[in-house]
């Protein structure tokens, strides 16, 4: 074999292992990941900070007036982002779920939420004062807070403000990692099982006690989730049309039945739940059709879309009320906030997302057996 063959082979080789190991990335998920993190940052930055400090802001007036009442999407456009997180999230995990063993998909989720999670609430803890926000001072509610079981105790003690929506996410993938040995033979009986569980929760909700009530508050979100699942399984085709249909009226359903039983103050049309949901699921139908790609900008906030959504808060919101105490407008410090927001979820993302979920894959991957110089590997049949 001549050197020129054996160095083709060589980057054959690296390119194929590293095609291997690089995630697959598909256009219409970063579209909408982007999208939904900056519609988060809008709903927490600008109308939440707006209406706390009792200001006004032209820009957030006129998009209230013409977008979020004629559509009927509610607080400015925060859960619209989150339902658009939660059709991301059932559609991508359901992705890995077919390709992952049990152990790869639990270790690879567990450092996927948590190392990035912990870091932002100390972050949290320390940007508190400057923040306006309380300062939580027994240690153990904050490592409480780090493995999100806060959520499930009474009373409950927020750390994060946007903890509430990661338990759904690991409730989610506690389900999913379930059913990972026979999903792929059974992904109709597991849509189902998935809906039977949340129903069968919230109809107990008020009969084991308060924490059980917890539990069921943010079961009672799964269908949403779910949703993301069957839009998965009929784009690949692995279920039809009729399941579809069928599948997509149970989820609203349950849906509904958690919303009446548990979020009642989110029935009514002029602060519905559903109303924004369906909103955002016409949003992610459309793009998943299209297959709408995204622009840099959006890109680049799809990619760093989790360290965003755990830092915006206390960053931005130290940082906006540092920069009005220092007298500057709000539209200014809006842009400060943004740019420190940014910069420390970058941060963030380099140094502590990306090597734990780096650290994720070496512990998972399968290894091949090393060959010795000069000969070929035996493959097994």
Not at 233 to 253: D, K, Q, Y
Not at 301 to 312: C, M, N, P, R, T
Request: glycine share 6%; hydrophobic share 50%; charged share 15%.
């Amino acid at each position: 074999m001549t050197t020129e063959k054996k160095s083709s082979d060589r980057e054959a080789t690296a390119t194929s292992y590293n095609a291997e190991k690089a995630p697959p990335r598909i256009d219409f998920i970063d579209t909408l990941r982007g999208l939904a993190v900056l519609l988060v940052l809008w709903d927490h930055l600008v109308g939440h900070y707006l209406m706390k400090s009792h200001l006004s802001w032209w820009p957030h007036s006129v998009i209230h007036m013409y977008v979020n009442v004629p559509l009927g999407i509610i607080q400015d456009f925060g859960w619209f982002g989150v339902c658009l997180f939660f059709l991301v999230s059932g559609y991508v995990i359901t992705h890995v779920a077919q390709r992952e063993t049990v152990r790869q998909f639990t270790i690879r989720r567990l450092l996927r939420i948590y190392p990035p999670l912990a870091l932002a609430i100390l972050l949290a803890m320390l940007l508190a004062p400057g923040s306006g926000e309380s300062v939580v001072g027994d240690w153990s509610k904050v490592l409480w807070g780090m493995t999100l079981l806060n959520y499930l105790i009474v009373p409950q003690n927020v750390v994060l403000g946007v903890g509430w929506t990661l338990v759904i996410e690991m409730l989610f993938y506690s389900l999913v990692a379930l059913q990972t040995l026979w999903f792929r033979s059974r992904p109709r009986m597991s849509v189902f099982l998935n809906l039977a569980v949340c129903a069968a929760t919230i109809a107990c909700c008020r009969k084991l006690g308060d924490s059980f009530f917890l539990l069921a508050a943010s079961i009672a979100f799964i269908p949403y989730l779910v949703l993301g699942q069957i839009f998965y399984l009929r784009s690949r085709g692995i279920v039809g049309n009729r399941f579809l249909m069928t599948a997509v009226v149970t989820a609203f359903a349950v849906a509904q039945y958690g919303i009446r039983e548990i979020h009642t103050d989110f029935l009514p049309l002029n602060n519905s739940y559903l109303l924004s949901f369906v909103v955002a699921m016409g949003v992610f139908v459309i793009a998943m059709l299209v297959n709408l790609r995204p622009s840099r900008a959006i890109l680049f906030s799809a990619q760093i879309s989790y360290s965003l959504y755990l830092v915006h808060g206390p960053v931005g919101f130290a940082a906006l009320g540092l920069s009005m105490r220092w007298g500057a407008p709000y539209s200014i410090a809006l842009c400060l906030a943004i740019a420190a927001v940014f910069g420390v979820a970058y941060a963030l993302h380099r140094l502590v997302e990306r090597p734990s979920r780096r650290l994720a894959r070496q512990w998972t991957e399968s290894r091949a057996p090393k060959v010795p110089q000069g000969k070929a590997p035996v493959l097994s049949p």
